[in-house]
C-alpha cells in the first residue's frame, strides 16, 4: 500500500516539479535571472531523478523515497528565504503604481511541493525504520517536523506593498529553542539505533518537550509575524502569511508529539525500575 501511495506521489512531485521550473524560468513579468532560478531547478532535477527512482521500481518505492529529503531541504530552503513575495513576482511600472503580480495559485506552487516532498520522505524514513513501533515512527515524525523551526522565515514584501517579518525574539528564546531543536534530533537518532520497539529512552524527550512548550509560550503560538505598510491597501494573505503558519503549526504538532513520546518512554522507564512487590504475610507468620 505505502509503495503505490509513493509511486503516485513520486508521479505528482514530477508534474509539480515541471509546473515550478518552467514558472522559475519563464515567469510572466520579465526579469533578470539570478541565484535564485538555478537552485528552483537544481531541485526541480534533484526530484525528477528521484521520482524516476521510484516508479521504475514499485516494489521498493517506499525505501527510496526517503532520498525525497534532499530536494525537499534545497526547494524548502528557496521558499524560506524569499526576497520578494511568497513564490511569485512582483513588478512596479516606471512612474506609476501599477502593480503586476502572480495568481494566489501559481504563488503556491512552491510551498504545495516542498510539503509533499517533505511528506514522501518521511514516509521513507518510517519504512526504513520499520511501522511496528509506535516510538520509533513517532520519532521520525519529530525529526521532519524541526525542519521548519530552526532558522524564522525571511522577511519579504507583498505585492500590495505590505512588509512582514518574524518579531524580534530575545536571546533567551534562540538559544532554548536551539538547544530543545538538538536535543529533539539527538535523542530521536538514539531511539531509533535502539534494540527495542519501545525503549526507555524515549523518556528523555521531556526535555526538549518542556524546553519548546516554553518557547511555544513565549513566541505566541511558535510563531509571531511583524506587519508593517501603509493603510487603504489590502492585507497580507493567506499566501503571504504561509511560512510563518508553517512554523507555528509546526511548533504546535512538535510539542504535542514530544509530550506523547516522553509519556511513553517514562512508562517503560517506570515499569522497568519499579520496586518488586511485597509478599503477603500469613497470619501465622510464616
Known amino acids: ?18 509546473l515550478v521550473a518552467l514558472t522559475a524560468l519563464y515567469p510572466p513579468v520579465r526579469q533578470i535571472s ?8 537544481a531541485g526541480v532535477v534533484l526530484t525528477l531523478g528521484v521520482a524516476v527512482l521510484a516508479v521504475r521500481r514499485p516494489a521498493t518505492a517506499a525505501r527510496r523515497a526517503a532520498w525525497f529529503a534532499v530536494p525537499a531541504l534545497a526547494l524548502g530552503a528557496v521558499w524560506w528565504w524569499q526576497p520578494h513575495s ?18 494566489p495559485a501559481t504563488d503556491l506552487l512552491l510551498p504545495a511541493l516542498v510539503g509533499l516532498l517533505l511528506a514522501l520522505a518521511t514516509t521513507g524514513a518510517v519504512t526504513l525504520v520499520g511501522v511496528e513501533s509506535p516510538v520509533r515512527v513517532l520519532a521520525i515524525v519529530a525529526t521532519a517536523l524541526t525542519a521548519p523551526l530552526w532558522v524564522a522565515p525571511g522577511p519579504r514584501v507583498t505585492a500590495s506593498g505590505w512588509s512582514l517579518a518574524g518579531e524580534v525574539v ?10 530543545s531543536l538538538l536535543l529533539a534530533v539527538a535523542i530521536g537518532a538514539a531511539v531509533l539505533l535502539a534494540g527495542r520497539s519501545t525503549p526507555a529512552r524515549a523518556a528523555a524527550y521531556v526535555l526538549p518537550a518542556a524546553g519548546l512548550s ?73
Open 1 to 18: 500500500m505505502r509503495n503505490r501511495l509513493v509511486v503516485s506521489g513520486s508521479i505528482a512531485v514530477a508534474v509539480l516539479g515541471v
Open 34 to 41: 539570478g541565484p535564485r532560478t538555478g537552485l528552483v531547478v
Open 86 to 103: 511568497a513564490f511569485g513576482w512582483f513588478a512596479y511600472a516606471p512612474l506609476s503604481a501599477t502593480v503586476i503580480q502572480g495568481s
Open 170 to 179: 530575545g536571546a533567551p528564546v534562540t538559544v532554548v529553542r536551539t538547544v
Open 214 to 286: 516554553w518557547v511555544w509560550w513565549r513566541s505566541g503560538g511558535g510563531a509571531t509575524i511583524g506587519v508593517a505598510g501603509s493603510g487603504g491597501t489590502p492585507l497580507p494573505s493567506v499566501v503571504d502569511r504561509l511560512p510563518w503558519l508553517t512554523t507555528a503549526v509546526a511548533a504546535s504538532a512538535l510539542v504535542v508529539v514530544l509530550w506523547v513520546l516522553a509519556f511513553l518512554g517514562s512508562r517503560v522507564l517506570f515499569a522497568r525500575y519499579r520496586p518488586p512487590g511485597i509478599a503477603p504475610v500469613s497470619s501465622s507468620g510464616r
